[in-house]
Every structure is written in C-alpha cells, then in structure tokens.
C-alpha cells in the first residue's frame, strides 16, 4: 500500500510539471486536456486546510486548486516571504494541478495596495520572492489585486500609481516565465470594463483573472463585459446579479453557457476556477457553498 502511494504521489508531481510546462510554452491546441478544465478556489473552503480541499475537490472530479493566501485554506504569507521554494516545493506531493495564486500583500484589501506608492519598494521586493515560489511550485499564473482609491486619491490618479506599479513588477513575472494577471472587483480601480481595458494598455503583457460577478453586481450587463475575455488568464465563475455579488445559481442573472460560448469565441483554453465562498466580505454567507460548487460543475461539463 505504501509503495502504491508513493507511485500515486509520483505520477501526480509528474502530471502537475508536465501540465506546468504546456502553460509556460501556451502551446494549448495540441493538448486538449487542459481546455476548460475545472479548478476551484481555495478560499470557497476556509476551514479546510489544503490537504483536505485537494481530497475533497478529487471526490467531486476536480484535480486543480486556485491558490489564495485567506484563512486556514490559504498559504502562510510568512513562509512564502520567509523561505519561498521550499514552501512552493511542499505542494509537490499533494499531486494536485495549482493554475493560479492570488496574492495580496497585506490582510485586508486595502493594505500596501498597489496603487499606493508609499508602500511600492516593499511590495517589489516581496513581489520577487512569491514569485519565487510561483515558480517553485509550477504555479503558473499569479494575480493581485488592481488597487483601491487611497486617501487623497481619484480613481484616474489611483489607476495611474497601479500602472506604475505594474510596470514594475511586469519584468519580474516575466524573467521567471509566469503570467501576471488583476481581478477587476468591487471598490477598486478598475470598477468596470473601460477602466480594466485602459489598465491593461498602459502594462504590456498585463493579463486578467476575470470574474464577471465582480462586475454584474454593479449593474453592468453581460455583454458588455465581454470585451474583457480576450484579456483573460484565468476565470472564476460563480452566479450575481445587480447589487449581490454572489447569489444562487438559479437566484441570478449571469448566462453561463452564453459566457462559456464567449470564452470559446475568443480562444479561451485554461482552467475554469468555480469560486462560490462563504465569507462575510459583501456579506457571502447565505449560500450552501458545496452545493453551488457542484451545480456549477455540472453546468460546465454539460457544455463543454
């Protein structure tokens, strides 16, 4: 039995490289295995540690996590700071696929938030060493956060110190060969699409993580968020609808076999991350996260 284990955990670190290596050459069409596969938030389980969720996930057929650094499911922020490839190392053995890692500098979301320049030194610096272990543990997406609008701020001078900020740490993802990405989200900079796009012209090779829920909660219809799907990296569904930004599945108003059709449209050909939470951030506690996390599954598999 333990020899058996051992031969598991063996060809599961080397399935995770090899899948690594597909994402570092994008040479998606010629293994289709990759294409719109399902991953899921590590932050959907925040009482689970990530040994659990990697088991829990393989029970319902969903063999990649997306890495957060939240609560008791997240990766300790001072392990990756402290001593990065050993920490990114550890996640070898768990034999599971790690499309994405989302990174914040600071607790809470305003914390060192990149538009803020006082902080713009220390976030570099820290920037390299998460980097370091994306690398470690064959991450090979990361995304962080856009910025907030800091004391004094507007949103045009908040969106100029993210983009200078950006520029910055562009080069750093890039020698290491990993994809950096932002989440347009709630109370950010780039609250909506034309924001988002102004982002991404002003940092070449800035990619998103795109969750249209992040969007759709204030009041943008569908459609006009797909102009964003071209610029995707990686994508988080979970349902909304105007003034939620989580709602039940048959309780919102996003079209997901439509969405997954635009994502199709444009070439999309990376992990699908279902994202449903339980968290009191925009008040996230009223929905059976298990059950969303497999209606949505399903939803997938269906049109896929």
């Known amino acids: 039995m333990k020899k058996t284990c051992c031969a598991y955990k063996s060809y599961g670190i080397y399935k995770r490289y090899i899948l690594y290596m597909i994402y570092l050459s994008r040479n998606y069409k010629s293994h289709k295995e990759v294409f719109m596969r399902l991953s899921c938030a590590s932050w959907s389980f925040p009482e689970c540690n990530l040994p659990e969720i990697v088991d829990i996930l393989a029970a319902l057929g969903i063999d990649a996590v997306d890495l957060g650094i939240d609560y008791r499911s ?11 490839s050993k920490t990114g190392e550890k996640l070898h053995i768990l034999g599971a696929d790690f499309p994405c890692f989302h990174y914040r500098f600071a607790p809470t979301l305003d914390g060192r938030n990149i538009a803020d320049p006082s902080w713009r030194e220390q976030n570099i610096a820290d920037f390299s060493k998460v980097i370091d272990f994306c690398k470690a543990a064959w991450v090979p997406i990361i995304f962080i ?27 750093i993802a890039q020698e290491a060969g990993i994809i950096l990405a932002v989440e347009p ?3 950010s900079n780039i609250e909506n699409p034309e924001l988002a796009l102004s982002m991404l012209e002003q940092v070449p090779g800035l990619k998103l993580m795109l969750d249209y829920s992040n969007i759709i909660c204030l009041g943008y219809r569908q459609n006009e968020i797909d102009i964003l799907a071209p610029h995707a990296a990686h994508v988080q ?9 989580q ?9 997901f076999p ?7 449209d444009v070439g999309y050909e990376g992990y699908i991350g279902l994202k449903h939470t339980h968290q009191g951030y925009m008040n996230n506690m009223n929905d059976d996260v298990l ?11 269906a049109y896929t």
Do not use: C, F, W, Y
């Open 74 to 84: 997240g990766i300790d922020r001072a392990l990756i700071l402290n001593n990065p």
């Open 145 to 171: 956060l856009p910025g907030m609008i800091n004391a004094g701020q507007t949103v045009s001078s908040s969106l100029d110190e993210a983009i200078k900020t950006l520029n910055l740490l562009m080069p």
């Open 185 to 187: 989200h709630v109370r």
């Open 237 to 245: 569904l979970r349902q909304a609808k105007p003034g939620l930004v």
């Open 247 to 255: 709602t039940k599945l048959h309780h919102g108003t996003i079209n």
């Open 258 to 264: 439509a969405l997954l059709g635009t994502l199709r």
């Open 291 to 301: 059950t969303e996390i497999i209606q949505m599954r399903n939803l997938v598999r």
